[in-house]
């Protein structure tokens, strides 16, 4: 494979490599393109979290060889990884209207009340299962949930039958790794947000600095969220408030083509051509 990597860039001669969870590239691999071709960036993409001591080193494995570095995970946290030549940014993950195309919040067929997707968590104690059991407890027929994986069940979507899931979704918990990382979730953050889903998130990472206030909802323990579920739930009309507001800051905010956009103006060190919603400051050194 790293062999074909190398006669492709020479035959179609990029200007950019973007790399994310590819462990089988090697840094000597990419030293070799950039011989061939000097004017070549290389940018490499993490969305984990940094609590993962192999993440970690997956990201630290590039420092060096990529000209920048971006992480789903804004604040000190990216301190670790300066090193001489890459630069390490925050980058939110991006919003698509050619892919999130549906708004839930105008669906008026929608049949889920509330939303939990998420896979199991493997080697580690799942907080999401133990969410997903005592929600599954106290609801006494009250909202029509569905609940997708989180070690529950082996219920898993993907592609246009998630798409489809999320349009027939009225509310929905985006509950991560981690809950207490500056500007750091899951995926199905954006994906709810983008879809005109009313989203539930841990307090603590703080994405009103980005999204602005009322654009999704938090909670700091099970029976706040149950209390606010409850209460969206017989409040239509400020639950499609709140859905609309997160939907247009997300779209507006988290649009894939700004987010490249500011990966490129980085990567080539070129001056910003706008202000991003999100911190675009390069890490500093500890």
């Given at each position: 494979?790293?062999?074909?990597?190398?006669?492709?860039?020479?035959?179609?001669?990029?200007?950019?490599?973007?790399?994310?969870?590819?462990?089988?590239?090697?840094?000597?691999?990419?030293?070799?393109?950039?011989?061939?071709?000097?004017?070549?960036?290389?940018?490499?993409?993490?969305?984990?979290?940094?609590?993962?001591?192999?993440?970690?080193?997956?990201?630290?494995?590039?420092?060096?060889?990529?000209?920048?570095?971006?992480?789903?995970?804004?604040?000190?946290?990216?301190?670790?990884?300066?090193?001489?030549?890459?630069?390490?940014?925050?980058?939110?993950?991006?919003?698509?209207?050619?892919?999130d195309t549906m708004c839930a919040y105008k669906n008026t067929k929608?049949?889920?009340?509330?939303?939990?997707?998420?896979?199991?968590?493997?080697?580690?104690?799942?907080?999401?299962?133990?969410?997903?059991?005592?929600l599954t407890t106290k609801n006494k027929g009250y909202i029509r949930?569905?609940?997708?994986?989180?070690?529950?069940?082996?219920?898993?979507?993907?592609?246009?039958?998630?798409?489809?899931?999320?349009?027939?979704s009225k509310m929905g918990i985006c509950l991560s790794k981690v809950?207490?990382?500056?500007?750091?979730?899951?995926?199905?953050?954006?994906?709810?947000?983008?879809?005109?889903?009313?989203?539930?998130?841990?307090?603590?990472?703080?994405?009103?600095?980005?999204?602005?206030?009322?654009?999704?909802?938090?909670?700091?323990?099970?029976?706040?969220?149950?209390?606010?579920?409850?209460?969206?739930?017989?409040?239509?009309?400020?639950?499609?408030?709140?859905?609309?507001?997160?939907?247009?800051?997300?779209?507006?905010?988290?649009?894939?083509?700004?987010?490249?956009?500011?990966?490129?103006?980085?990567?080539?060190?070129?001056?910003?051509?706008?202000?991003?919603?999100?911190?675009?400051?390069?890490?500093?050194?500890?």
């Amino acid at each position: 494979m790293n062999k074909s990597l190398v006669n492709a860039a020479e035959q179609y001669e990029p200007d950019v490599i973007l790399l994310s969870h590819c462990k089988n590239v090697s840094n000597k691999t990419l030293q070799i393109i950039k011989g061939i071709l000097p004017e070549l960036r290389i940018i490499y993409t993490n969305v984990d979290p940094l609590s993962a001591s192999d993440n970690v080193r997956d990201i630290e494995q590039r420092v060096g060889i990529a000209d920048a570095i971006f992480i789903t995970t804004a604040g000190d946290g990216l301190r670790q990884f300066v090193g001489e030549k890459s630069q390490i940014h925050y980058f939110p993950n991006p919003v698509d209207k050619a892919i999130d195309t549906m708004c839930a919040y105008k669906n008026t067929k929608a049949n889920i009340d509330l939303l939990f997707l998420g896979r199991a968590l493997r080697h580690m104690d799942d907080h999401r299962e133990s969410l997903a059991k005592y929600l599954t407890t106290k609801n006494k027929g009250y909202i029509r949930s569905y609940v997708g994986g989180l070690g529950v069940n082996q219920n898993l979507h993907y592609g246009a039958e998630y798409l489809k899931t999320l349009n027939n979704s009225k509310m929905g918990i985006c509950l991560s790794k981690v809950a207490n990382h500056y500007l750091y979730a899951s995926d199905r953050f954006s994906h709810y947000l983008a879809a005109g889903i009313l989203t539930f998130i841990p307090t603590g990472s703080h994405f009103e600095d980005v999204l602005g206030s009322g654009t999704f909802v938090e909670f700091d323990s099970h029976d706040d969220l149950w209390r606010k579920i409850i209460h969206f739930s017989d409040n239509a009309e400020e639950r499609v408030a709140t859905a609309k507001k997160g939907y247009e800051a997300a779209h507006l905010k988290f649009d894939v083509e700004k987010v490249c956009q500011f990966m490129l103006e980085v990567a080539f060190r070129e001056p910003l051509s706008q202000d991003y919603s999100w911190p675009t400051h390069p890490a500093t050194a500890l």
